[in-house]
């Protein structure tokens, strides 16, 4: 059941949690907060993630997606993303994987990884979606 609690604010960036796990999506909610003056929503299944982005008019600018997700599938979801103008990190527990990404979407992080990198990584993209 995605998060929803925030009213958008026009022109107000919104960043997308995709990761069903409680205290890891969290984490990641806190982790954006720190390097972003963005909405966070978060949602925890691949369903709800395509209904969202499908619904999407431009708000999103960045998607944390989690690949192995209950209902549609991480790569499903990706795939929808993809066309847009959406910066997409993807975290995920299989390097297999991983490396199939790497140059398609804008980061790539395997579980677990170095906080540190991570907001590094993640001020970037965000920096760079604002330029």
């Known amino acids: 059941m ?3 609690n925030h009213t958008n604010i026009p022109g107000r960036k919104i960043a997308l949690i995709v990761e069903d796990d409680l205290e890891m999506n969290n984490l ?3 982790t954006i907060e720190q390097v972003c003056d963005c909405l966070v929503e978060q949602i925890y299944d691949g369903s709800d993630a395509l209904q969202r982005i499908i619904a999407s008019q431009g708000e999103i600018r960045l998607v944390i997606l989690d690949l192995s997700l209950p209902g549609v ?3 499903d979801v990706l795939d929808a993303i993809l066309p847009r103008d959406i910066t997409v990190a993807i975290v995920t527990a299989d390097p297999i994987a991983a490396q199939r990404l790497v140059g398609k979407v ?5 579980k677990p990884w170095n906080r540190m990198d ?3 990584k993640l001020a970037s993209l965000l920096l760079a979606d604002t330029e």
């Open 28 to 30: 990641l909610k806190m």
């Open 106 to 110: 804008s980061a790539v992080f395997t």
């Open 118 to 120: 991570f907001l590094a």
């Open 73 to 75: 599938s991480g790569e």
């Open 2 to 4: 995605p998060n929803n």
